[in-house]
Nanobody, 123 residues
């Protein structure tokens, strides 16, 4: 049974930090690219950060460059998102996702999704 389980969301003040984790099971995680996406109320789901199978390549949305870092530990089947200098506009439900093959940024390219974790940044 394929599962992606996110954890680490919560409420934080602007300027603060949060760390998200996503543990994968039921498939060979190291052969899948992974990504973090987010969806705010009334908005479409968007790519935040994505990472290649090995972790050597990463892509970030312009809005989070320099503030967020994606990394993975294939031995633990886990992908992480370190979020610093958070802004109120970062408030959203954050989802992790995995796709077999190369790194990608479009939601329809991903095969598996987690259930999401809420991140709320207060001003």
């Amino acid at each position: 049974q394929v599962q992606l389980v996110e954890s680490g969301g919560g409420l934080v003040q602007a300027g603060g930090s949060l760390s998200l984790s996503c543990e994968a099971s039921g498939f060979t995680f190291s052969t899948y690219a992974a990504g973090w996406f987010r969806q705010a109320p009334g908005k479409e789901r968007e790519s935040v950060a994505t990472i290649s199978r090995s972790g050597e390549s990463t892509l970030y949305a312009d809005s989070v460059k320099g503030r967020f870092t994606i990394f993975r530990d294939n031995a633990k089947n886990t992908v992480y998102l370190q979020m610093n200098s958070l802004k109120p506009e970062d408030t959203a439900v954050y989802y992790c996702a995995a796709r077999r093959g190369w790194i990608a940024t479009r939601t329809h390219e991903y095969d598996y999704w987690g259930q999401g974790t809420q991140v709320t940044v207060s001003s």
